[in-house]
């Protein structure tokens, strides 16, 4: 994905957003998709791949506007953006410059990026009700005990620090997590119809 396949994405086609713009679509959009809203395993597969691609837009974007000189007012036109460069995908993983591996060590956990101060991203288990948050050292926490509406809250929070701060630090068990973070498998998707983890190779999503 490029920058206008990105912005064409985010229907910010023939003018730059500004990065409040991006991070208020993010969350549209990724509360629209979010995997565990799907019942069936082909919705959830289906609502994967594009909640990945909105993710993948959302980190060119942020990047995007992160490497060009000044700051984005939103109201730049077609020929503006032509005059700015292609976001190159290399510092996708990448967070203030520093770099951290994608994912959590619950690789059931879909990654949704923040871009807050302190937080470069979140993930939620609905079965073990636990959440991840990856902080901008890299490190990971596990926090337990988080009901779905809680980390929704977190998500559509317009402080997503302070929301945590207020409702989920002092009230949840936590941990640092010590194991390797894993990028999302969605061949390892819950299914609330067996029971059990499906691990057909047909549900695997390449890349």
């Excluded at 990448?94 to 949704?112: H, I, L, N």
């Excluded at 636990?130 to 901008?136: E, R």
Aim: glycine share 6%; proline share 5%.
């Amino acid at each position: 994905m490029d920058t206008r396949e990105a912005l064409s994405l985010f229907e910010f086609t023939g003018r730059i957003p500004s990065s409040d713009e991006i991070k208020s679509t993010y969350r549209k959009l990724m509360k629209q998709w979010h995997p565990d809203r799907f019942q069936t395993e082909a919705d959830v597969l289906a609502a994967t791949k594009k909640a990945q691609a909105i993710n993948e837009a959302n980190c060119i974007l942020e990047e995007w506007l992160e490497s060009a000189p000044g700051q984005a007012s939103g109201s730049s036109t077609s020929d503006d953006c032509e005059g700015r460069s292609e976001f190159d995908g290399k510092s996708r993983d990448s967070y203030k410059k520093r770099e951290f591996t994608p994912g959590f060590p619950d690789d059931t956990a879909f990654e949704f990026f923040v871009r807050s101060s302190h937080i470069v991203s979140a993930g939620y288990n609905p079965n073990t009700k636990k959440m991840y948050i990856k902080f901008d050292d890299t490190s990971v926490y596990e926090y337990c005990d988080v009901h779905r509406d809680l980390f929704d809250q977190f998500m559509q929070a317009t402080s997503h620090g302070r929301f945590a701060h207020g409702h989920i630090y002092p009230h949840r068990k936590y941990r640092r997590c010590e194991e390797p973070n894993k990028r999302y498998r969605p061949e390892m998707i819950y299914s609330r119809m067996s029971g059990r983890y499906n691990a057909d190779p047909a549900f695997r999503i390449s890349g």
